[in-house]
């Protein structure tokens, strides 16, 4: 455990029946997330794990199995390797980065990307389902995730309280020693593959930094479609180490690739992904247009849909889930495609298996909210518009998938899309 260990616990465990009483005396608990995470890792400290699981559930209903739980320092990696007299690389320092736009109908972007860097661990652990490792002392490494640890996210709950800087979360109790040196991959919430193509695919690139062909540590429950996507990047089925959930792994020496946030992205990765993954033609061919639609997730639907779809029609296009597609079925579709359609959402990197030239038409409320496609399509070489809707309210999501509030239904301007439509036809006319 990490040196001030004992002195926070016995601190936390003294204070727990105060804490209690001050917590659930409130008419909603919940309603301070801060001291809410308090009473958890309080409750833990105090060997209470019923109310401390039961606190969990209430925090997050989706999150389970909510016991054991365990509580933990975190801190950043580079803090953690100062500690402990081990190297941390930084591969590719932050760069400024200046998009012009690719159409007249999106925007100028000027960003900073985040550093991106490479470290090995001795005995470093991972739990399955929480995409986070924890160093050799039980310390969190706080920004190995691919989201903050502020952000209740994956298959196991968490909880965060800032300040002290501790964190509760799932552990199980048997552990699995694995005498390997091995690269952390693991695998995003609920199996999302627009992250999983922009967060976990770049973090291969640690097999080329550590200069060997590592195994690489995943969960059990990758996707047909996920192993697929490996198979573009040189990594096999006999490649991986698949863990359960069951257990918490600890490893001889764990490599971990931390390419930096997605949003918004870096060029560098965007170029390693493409490289990899795409089959894409020199050109567009005309005529091969695509409306990728969002039924599997019922989100960001079109509410004018019998007019959409009519000028879909007449324009040609035809209408594709790109969640329903393997991976070499989406190279295949969309390798020469000429337009891509579909509203706000990593649906759209499906751009990634798309020509340079190619055209996509971002269907969107709030254009704001995208920090991903225009930059990313700018990278590609693919020119990008917005065509801004009017929103009609919250989209109602799946049940396994429960919308964001950032998902809203759109009604599209169907005569500004036809006339946009045309005018790509023009240009594509003279051009070809």
Known sequence: MDKDSASWRLDFRRRFAAIQSDVLSRENPLSDKNKYAELIIAAVCAGDQNLASELMSKRSPKGGPYTPLAAAHCEPLEKWCMRHDTSYQTIFPSEKVE???TSTYTYRY??????SSFVSLQDASWIPGWDFVIGSDGVVLSDSGYMPLD?????RSHCYLPGPELVS???????????????????????????????FLPRLKGRDIARGPLKVVVPNSLSK????????????ISDLIPCSDKFRYRFRKLNIYRPGRYAPPNPLHVAYVRQNISRHRPQPSRGNRIYASRTSVNTRM?????????????EGFIEVDMADLTIAEQQSLLSDAEIIVGAFGTNLFSIYFAPPNCTIIELTDQPQNDPTIPHTSSFLGIKHQFLICESTG?????????????DKDVHV????????????????LRTT
């Open 225 to 236: 479609r996920e192993i697929e996507s490996l198979n573009f990047f040189g990594v096999a």
């Open 302 to 314: 079109i509410k004018n849909v019998k007019e959409f779809n009519q000028v879909l029609f007449e």
């Open 99 to 101: 998009i012009e736009p």
């Open 394 to 406: 919250s989209s109602l999501g799946q049940p396994a998938k429960h919308a964001f509030k950032k």
């Open 413 to 428: 301007d169907c005569s500004e899309l036809r006339r946009r439509l045309r005018e790509i036809s023009q240009v594509n």
């Open 169 to 199: 979360f799932y552990c199980p109790e048997s552990e699995i020693i694995v005498e390997e040196e091995a690269l952390f991959l693991s695998e995003p919430n609920q199996g999302h593959f627009g992250h999983w193509m922009v967060d």
């Open 151 to 155: 952000m209740a996210h994956g298959r």
């Open 110 to 115: 000027v960003y900073e990307t985040e550093p």
